[in-house]
Structures are given as C-alpha cells and as structure tokens.
C-alpha cells in the first residue's frame, strides 16, 4: 500500500464511563454490552442525527449532534472486532450468525472483522458486506483504504481491537465519548496502565449529554 496516501484510520463516538469502561459486567447475548453497557450511548441516541437517513444531511443540532455527524463523514469502510460482530466463540459452528444489526446494517460500506477463523464474505442489504480477516490488524486496515475508495476507515471497536490500533500507532484520529455513567465493572478501554502513548490530547468538549475528548499521534 502506499505509505503517503491521505486516508485516515479514526475512531469516533467509542464511549466509556466515567470509571472507564466501554462495557458493562456479564457480556451475552441478552446484554451484548454488558448490564449497564446499553446507558453508554444515551447522548448519542438523543440526537436527531442517531436515526437520520443521511447522518450528515442537515447541519448538527448541538455538540452532540455534530460528534455523531463526525461519525459517519467522509468514511468509506470500517474495522471491528469478532466481539463486536457478535456472540460466537471459536471455530464458526455456520454461518448463520451476520451481526447484531438485522438484515440491513446501519454500515452501508465493507466492514472487515478481525478473527482467527476463517468465513466466507457475507453481503447484507443495503450495500454492507462483512469480510473476516484472519492475518491481523494491517491487513485489516490495509483492505479497508483498498475498499474505501479514498475515504477514510473508522475502527468500531471494540476496546481490544481499539487498543491494538493504538499501541501500533495506527490510528490518526481518536474521539472518545465520556458518558455521565458508573458501571463498576466491565471491559475498559485502557486496561493495562500504559493509557496512550504516542498521543496527544487535543482538548475536550462538553456536549449536551456528554464530554468528548480528541487524540492524535503526539
């Protein structure tokens, strides 16, 4: 791939906790995250951009509104987890199992998800199809840009595949959510005292129903 291409690898609207955690306790298929994990995206569901058709039609309503706009600009593909695709552990029993999101995802795009088990590419309504990449995070990123058509790559989640990327120094843009909730418990974002190094904060924002923190390489 080439090095000197202008797209960027971002994360926008992850949000944690105020103790930490972008998952609540007792992950399943119940709760996919966590009991509690759900409050998490209170701000971002209040906005009237969280169910738009076009995100980015209309001009945001409010702080809020404009960080779940950023969500969605200029993204042409995006990278997660197996976590975050769904429930099942191990070797793929079939392939009955497409996401959490029904049969046409809120994506629109490719999604490339990080796994050690190879499965055939799943196309869903509405221009989503899901790929499983088995030979790591550069490999992941790289089939994104290749897919983005020169867009910018956002990178889900969750916290595990977020934090490979950042302990690579791979991600350009970092925005995290901090939403005025205690779960107590769950699955932090920063679990291994090291917190981000290689990066700078570039302030923070209030917003309507929540504080939204900006990162970049350092």
Not at 173 to 186: K, N, Y
């Amino acid at each position: 791939m080439d090095m000197t291409t202008t797209q960027k690898l971002r994360v926008h609207m992850y949000s944690v906790s105020v103790d930490g955690y972008g998952a609540g306790p007792d992950q399943s298929l119940e709760n996919p995250l966590g009991i509690g994990g759900e409050d998490l995206h209170d701000w971002a569901i209040a906005t009237p951009t969280f169910d738009a058709a076009d995100p980015t039609a209309a001009a945001p309503v409010g702080v809020d509104d404009e960080y779940v706009q950023r969500n969605w600009r200029n993204i042409g593909g995006t990278i997660m987890g197996r976590n975050m695709f769904g429930p099942v552990r191990g070797s793929w029993p079939d392939e009955s199992w497409t996401g959490w999101w029904g049969p046409n995802p809120p994506y629109h795009h490719d999604v490339f998800v990080l796994t050690h088990h190879a499965r055939p590419s799943v196309r869903m309504e509405g221009g989503t199809t899901f790929h499983f990449v088995t030979d790591g995070i550069e490999a992941a990123r790289d089939q994104a840009f290749a897919a983005a058509g020169g867009r910018d790559v956002l990178v889900a989640g969750g916290a595990a595949t977020i934090r490979q990327y950042l302990r690579a120094g791979l991600i350009d843009e970092l925005e995290i959510a901090i939403s005025p909730v205690l779960l107590g418990g769950g699955e932090r974002l920063f679990d291994d005292g090291v917190g981000v190094p290689g990066y700078r904060c570039t302030g923070f924002t209030a917003g309507e129903k929540a504080v939204h923190v900006g990162f970049v390489p350092a």
